[in-house]
């Protein structure tokens, strides 16, 4: 049975893969590091041609069970964009142009002679786009102003609207519809910023022509960190946010009424990764980082809380978050698929096997560059 790992060149180029699975790969270079066969576990291989600056120009694809071997070739410009793709097996084309901005102006794919489509852009002197054609739709004709910030789009009987600021953030979102004799508004989308340029508030109003749409509504509240502190919601009720001195989340909690409140904790060790578990008995949430600090180097103080699992025992603490002892009984497991003797591998650069000891207990230790040693 392989074991699962990386093999390296002296170049630090992959060269082989197995799986967890037992599947094998491997990878071969040219003399310029570019990769050029790809071998798969049922002795299949994918070949790989590049062009002068080193893109790829073909790729050869195996025969398979379910399909005939195949080629697929690629074409670039000089400035490194894809003009064209090619199965030629299939008689699957695609081919791209572009303006002398290095813009796409226009994309047509085709599969032999029976189905093709094609997108085209059309830009103005700046190079901001002003209408797109997207195979049979209608065309999609785009407002801009400035560097390219939106003002509307349009395309058929639908419209849509936008408003911003001074600083170009949008303030309010409409959209339209129309008939030969009307024009419709069928969403009204508002935002509001602080003097910060925050998100203050957001709502969705029934335009004028549906009174009886939905109404949503939706403010913001900052900490004097710049912190999301609070969200008020007229659909899902209050949201509060609690942080640390590191701003670091730590608490929300979650009321739609007086009687529906749901409160969650969120707790850290020193290391800054989050814990799942609830604290200890008689240990408060905001002691918890305190209480980790004050015990990093006891080896019986319980990192996780309270959690605990009915099948291995808890790991113990480790100094500069690196574990130094865990065991774990796998004779439960072990016993319930016959196997009494069970190799397993883990390591950086270097293998070690770590067998069953008895009853199936496993000892492994990890040393300060979080490689894993093993002891039966």
């Excluded at 491997?26 to 570019?34: F, T, V």
């Excluded at 957001?202 to 913001?220: C, I, N, T």
């Excluded at 006891?298 to 996780?304: G, H, I, Q, R, T």
């Excluded at 016959?338 to 950086?348: A, E, F, L, Q």
Aim: net charge negative; hydrophobic share 30%.
């Amino acid at each position: 049975m392989n074991i699962p790992g990386f093999s390296y060149d002296a170049l630090d180029r992959l060269i082989e893969e197995v799986g967890f699975d037992g599947r094998t790969q491997r990878y071969h270079y040219n003399d310029a590091g570019e990769l050029i066969a790809h071998e798969d576990n049922n002795g299949q291989t994918t070949h790989y041609d590049y062009n002068r600056v080193g893109r790829l120009s073909a790729r050869h694809l195996p025969a398979t069970d379910s399909a005939p071997a195949q080629t697929e070739a690629f074409e670039w410009n000089p400035d490194g964009q894809l003009l064209g793709a090619e199965n030629t097996t299939l008689g699957i084309r695609i081919e791209r142009h572009y303006n002398t901005l290095g813009q796409l102006t226009l994309e047509a794919q085709h599969l032999g002679d029976h189905w093709s489509w094609q997108a085209s852009h059309q830009y103005d002197a700046r190079g901001r786009r002003e209408q797109s054609q997207l195979g049979d739709i209608p065309p999609i004709d785009w407002l801009s102003y400035g560097p390219g910030h939106l003002l509307g789009i349009s395309s058929g009987p639908l419209s849509i609207h936008f408003a911003r600021n001074a600083l170009h953030q949008e303030t309010q979102r409409e959209l339209y519809t129309r008939d030969e004799t009307d024009n419709r508004q069928v969403h009204l989308h508002q935002r509001q910023y602080d003097a910060l340029g925050r998100l203050e508030q957001s709502q969705l109003k029934p335009s004028p022509d549906s009174p009886g749409a939905l109404h949503w509504e939706r403010r913001y509240q900052y900490d004097s960190q710049d912190q999301l502190q609070q969200l008020q919601d007229n659909r899902h009720g209050r949201i509060g946010y609690q942080y640390d001195a590191s701003g670091r989340l730590t608490g929300s909690l979650h009321q739609q009424s007086e009687q529906s409140k749901q409160t969650q904790t969120y707790r850290f060790y020193a290391a800054g990764n989050r814990l799942d578990h609830g604290p200890q008995a008689g240990a408060k949430p905001e002691d918890w980082a305190a209480t980790v600090a004050a015990n990093l180097h006891n080896p019986d103080f319980n990192l996780l809380g309270e959690g605990k699992s009915q099948s291995a025992p808890t790991a113990a603490c480790w100094p500069d978050n690196r574990i130094l002892g865990h065991k774990i009984n796998l004779s439960p497991f072990l016993e319930n698929y016959g196997i009494v003797d069970s190799p397993w591998t883990y390591s950086v650069n270097t293998i070690d096997e770590l067998r069953a000891g008895v009853q199936g207990a496993n000892d492994g230790l990890f040393d300060s560059d979080n490689v894993c040693g093993c002891r039966p």
